[in-house]
């Protein structure tokens, strides 16, 4: 057994022990959810010794299920789609270096495109196989690379922020010229194969939708990055469905809410936090520092999802009229409880500016090698009515060649609570609960 899969059973086993026996639908708890999200990905497209994301996707239940992928680019605009069937308790690894530099994909099937058991046995469980709906059109994938021809350049392009000729010549993604893919993944738990996106009308409820509201998978993402010996890796998020998460509810933005508000909500899915805490490490053993994965809601409604693009580059200028996005606020504490704010001025400094990124904490320039942060992402989105923008961090502590690790930042606000922000004053060690104040816009 390699010492990779040795240390991924590990963090399997350990986040099996932790996943709570009851799910609250306003937190982010590793529960079986209808939908998953990787909030960044990133794959070395030249170097296999480079950076490279695995995440795997399990089903919870005896019943088999759908798993439908859509990969999205750092403008939140969808490049490919792809279904994978999961027998009952299946798990299924998709590996995006294979996907990127070979179009492959999990080859997979369900019971009446695998009548022999071949391609997703059910072992001793024939109860635990199934078929669906327009699954004979799309399973089994015997050859790959599935992901050829346009579809590939779309991918591969796209993810990298180069030009797209078959979008005309224009790009999906911010060009950070590195060769480097990346972009955010969900995946939702569904009744039917098809090659549909969330913002497509109908893909929620209607006579025939794509999605359904199982809560029944679950996963993990893993950064692996082989030439520094550095491998992390933490639960996906997991976004549970309940039919009264909808525009009827005291939380009416959802997860899916800039593309569903037009059909009252019908994704169901909670919405995630727009405010968090994270610790920092910046010294001492920590020769790597620490990184922030950072996935925002920029509340842009696609309505065409594949045939919007926009001009290419890396600049205010360039790109979607929505970015760079802005931050209420980053602010840093020491060990003594100084604090200092970071990400002021112009939006042209924006901290966190796409829809997904890995940022450096040292380059925000906290003046302190640890301490903590709070990042809020607080504010309304004027072309949705002003609901409040969720967001997802995390944090990677490493030290290259010897560690790494990763978890989720910590919730501070949420979106389906009414707003309550924190002032910090006084020491917290000296008791002076009076230096904590709220503050309702």
């Known amino acids: 057994m390699s010492r990779f899969t040795t240390v991924l059973g590990a963090v399997l086993l350990a ?23 990787v909030p ?3 794959v070395d497209m030249l170097d296999s010794d ?3 994301t695995l995440f795997t996707i399990h089903n919870a239940e005896p019943e088999a299920t759908l798993a439908h992928i859509t990969l999205w680019t750092d403008w939140s605009l969808p490049s490919v789609t792809f279904d994978v069937f999961l027998t009952g ?10 996907v990127f530099v070979n179009g492959n994909i999990p080859i997979t099937a369900d019971d009446q495109s695998d009548v022999m058991d071949s391609i997703s046995p059910h072992g001793a469980n024939p109860e635990w196989d199934g078929s669906f709906q327009d699954c004979q059109n799309f399973f089994p994938f015997f050859n790959n690379p599935v992901i050829q021809g346009t579809a590939y350049e779309r991918l591969v392009n796209g993810h990298t922020g180069k030009p797209v000729a078959s979008a005309g010549g224009q790009c999906l993604a911010a060009d950070l010229d590195d060769n480097i ?3 955010y993944v969900t995946i939702d738990d569904a009744v ?20 359904s509201d199982d809560n029944q998978l679950w996963g993990e993402v893993v950064y692996i990055e082989p030439g520094n010996f550095e491998m992390s890796a933490m639960p996906l998020v997991h976004l549970e469905a309940d039919p009264e998460i909808n ?21 169901h899915r909670e919405p995630l936090a727009t405010s968090w805490a994270f610790h920092f490490n910046e010294g001492g053993p920590f020769t790597g520092g620490t990184d922030l994965v950072a996935w925002r809601d920029s509340g842009s409604d696609l309505q065409n999802p594949f045939g919007t693009t926009f001009t290419c580059g890396n600049g205010a200028d360039k790109g979607p009229d929505w970015w760079p996005l802005e931050e209420y606020r980053v602010r840093c504490f020491n060990e003594s409880e100084s604090f200092v704010e970071l990400c002021d001025g112009p939006e042209e400094i924006a901290c966190f500016p ?22 809020d992402f607080e504010g309304r989105i004027p072309q949705l009515g002003g609901p409040r923008p969720q967001s997802f961090v995390a944090a990677f502590h490493s030290a290259a060649g010897l560690f790494a690790g990763g978890m989720p930042a910590t919730e501070l606000a949420h979106a389906c609570d009414a707003y309550v922000g924190v002032v910090f004053a006084d020491g917290f060690e000296s008791g002076n609960l009076s230096s904590w104040s709220t503050v309702f816009p």
Not at 15 to 37: I, Q
């Open 15 to 37: 986040f099996l022990l932790t996943v709570p026996a009851a799910a609250d639908t306003c937190s982010n708890d590793p529960v079986p959810a209808a939908t998953l999200l």
């Open 40 to 42: 960044y990905f990133e």
């Open 50 to 52: 480079g950076v490279n």
């Open 89 to 98: 308790f299946d798990v299924v690894t998709v590996d995006l270096r294979d």
């Open 181 to 183: 893919a990346r972009g």
């Open 192 to 211: 039917r194969c098809s090659i549909e996106v969330p913002p497509e009308p109908g893909y929620f409820g209607g006579n025939f939708p794509v999605a």
């Open 247 to 267: 525009a009827g509810a005291p939380w009416a933005y959802t997860f899916y809410g800039r593309y569903t508000r037009y059909e009252g909500g019908e994704d």
């Open 354 to 375: 796409l829809e997904t990124q890995k940022i450096e904490m040292q380059s925000l320039g906290a003046p302190w090698s640890f301490g903590w942060c709070e990042v």
